[in-house]
């Protein structure tokens, strides 16, 4: 039986599997030269269409993350950083913290690692298909502060209650007035038992009053944060200074 290769890959397209239809107009002969099995060449197509799928949709799923940086926890140097327990960063790996709800906190100074190791975690939740969004606290408080003069508060705050992990990075740098300080409270009480949020910060939790405007908002969302939490103190100086310096000068970071 003759096969009209411009009708099947129309009916391919039509079925939207184009993966298929690039191998036939191809002419693939790794695929159709393999096998006269049938069964076989159908499980071979197939097979391919789903890897194809599944990249385009891992690739969608980095867009919408919009990590600044992709990092990894293969790549963090746990030497160095002894006050990071790699153990239990592997175990957080095996995202069932997400499948929980649960949180995690990283607490510590400029340039010890929160943002690497919270981007990593957030690597591997998209690398198992979950939905990530990696945000600044100031750019999170920005987008919404400016949500009120269109309106759109609701929706856009809705947005970040969508995602299976929000991280929240940077925490710290910036004082928050009475509006940004419900905004930010209204966030963390969105996701509460409903989804994971990984934040970072360089202030202890004591220093966390002095953030936000009012002490009763930042017990709110201490309370709300830290009941299903991991938290990560972590200490040393700054990798980023660490290669910048004499083996005898001693530097000290700032919060």
């Avoid at 799928?53 to 867009?63: A, G, N, P």
């Avoid at 940004?180 to 970072?200: G, K, P, R």
């Avoid at 009053?209 to 009012?214: E, N, P, R, Y």
Wanted: proline residues 2%; contains cysteine; charged residues 25%.
């Amino acid at each position: 039986m003759s096969v009209d290769r411009d009708v099947l890959c129309s009916h391919l397209k039509r079925l939207k599997l184009r993966r298929i239809r690039q191998l036939v107009e191809a002419d693939d002969e790794e695929v159709f030269s393999g096998t006269s099995d049938p069964m076989q060449l159908l499980f071979e197509l197939t097979s391919r269409e789903v890897a194809a799928r599944d990249e385009t949709r891992r690739q969608r799923l980095y867009q919408k993350a919009k990590f600044p940086a992709v990092k990894t926890l293969d790549g963090f140097d746990f030497e160095t950083q002894k006050s990071v327990d790699e153990s239990r960063l592997q175990q957080l790996a095996a995202l069932n913290f997400i499948k929980k709800n649960e949180n995690i906190v990283f607490l510590g100074p400029p340039g010890v690692g929160k943002t690497h190791l919270a981007t990593a975690l957030g690597v591997c939740a998209v690398e198992r298909g979950y939905q990530v969004r990696f945000t600044s606290a100031e750019e999170m408080v920005d987008e919404l502060y400016s949500s009120l003069a269109d309106g759109t508060f609701k929706q856009r705050l809705g947005r970040y209650g969508r995602h299976h992990l929000l991280i929240i990075d940077e925490l710290g740098y910036l004082n928050m007035d009475r509006t940004a300080s419900n905004h930010f409270f209204q966030v963390i009480n969105q996701a509460y038992e409903n989804q994971s949020l990984i934040v970072t910060s360089n202030r202890p939790f004591q220093e966390w009053a002095g953030l936000f405007d009012d002490t009763v908002v930042v017990s709110a969302i201490l309370d709300r944060l830290l009941h299903h939490s991991h938290l990560f103190n972590l200490k040393g100086n700054s990798y980023r200074l660490k290669d910048k310096i004499q083996p005898s000068q001693e530097v000290t970071t700032s919060n």
